[in-house]
């Protein structure tokens, strides 16, 4: 089974609109952390956004932020007032457990597109 | 913010020869640094676990003898394609990570894009 699931190939929005990427995962740790990068054409990965397992609130960094839905395991990235400079693929990723040694795994990605 | 910086950003080489790809924290110890794949348009793929000192841990399906990893210090681990073929020509990804415990502190590094000729 897939650990990380991204349903949306791709996605369109018009600038200054907000848009949501479905992230779902599967995991039976307790703990665990789930994250969202962004990589552009240029291929490096830019970190947005975190959310742990155990944290009560809903992460936010700016025009980004985490819907956290536990009990149906989703963790949508919402980014709001889209800008043309959003445009790139969007990786939603998750690490279980505590450990150093962890590495994320990772969705297939959700290309977003934004138009003027 | 912590850096890692991957060399070469680009490599073309012919079939059959090797190639090796450094990934280096510039300003923290990383124990732990971690190796990806990906081909165009789809997801990074964990091949290997590198720890400093000792043996990587290869993802099921990774050819050890094909991908070697070495993490010699605390500020670099390398990844040397060996006798590379066409099919082994992809984006390269390292991170590595920064402190203990389950934060949001992993960095990644740049990439190398390998094209076997």
């Known amino acids: 089974a897939q650990k990380i699931t991204q349903t949306q190939p791709g996605m369109f929005v018009q600038e200054k609109e907000a848009v949501t990427l479905d992230c779902t995962y599967d995991t039976s740790d307790p703990s665990y952390g789930l994250f969202w990068y962004k990589q552009p054409s240029s291929g490096e990965m830019i970190f947005l956004i975190y959310?742990?397992?155990?944290?009560?609130q809903n992460a936010t960094e700016g025009r980004y932020s985490l819907n956290f839905q536990k009990a149906r395991k989703s963790a949508n990235l919402v980014i709001s007032a889209s800008q043309l400079g959003d445009s790139a693929m969007y990786f939603c990723?998750?690490?279980?457990?505590?450990?150093?040694?962890?590495?994320?795994?990772f969705g297939k990605g959700t290309t977003l597109s934004v138009s003027s | 913010g912590a850096v890692v910086s991957q060399h070469p950003s680009w490599v073309i080489c012919k079939s059959g020869t090797s190639v090796k790809i450094e990934c280096r924290s510039l300003?923290?110890?990383?124990?732990?640094m971690f190796w990806y794949r990906q081909f165009p348009k789809q997801s990074l793929m964990l091949m290997a676990t590198s720890n400093e000192g000792s043996k990587a841990t290869y993802e099921q399906g990774v050819e050890k003898d094909k991908f070697l990893i070495n993490h010699a210090s605390l500020t670099l681990s390398t990844l040397t394609v060996t006798s590379a073929h066409p099919e082994d020509s992809s984006f390269y990804i390292c991170?590595?990570?920064?402190?203990?415990?389950?934060?949001?502190?992993?960095?990644f590094g740049e990439g190398s894009r390998l094209t076997v000729l």
């Open positions: 959310q742990g397992s155990y944290d009560q």
């Open positions: 991170s590595a990570r920064k402190g203990l415990g389950n934060t949001g502190e992993l960095f």
């Open positions: 990723a998750m690490r279980e457990g505590h450990q150093a040694g962890t590495a994320l795994i």
């Open positions: 300003d923290f110890q990383a124990t732990t």
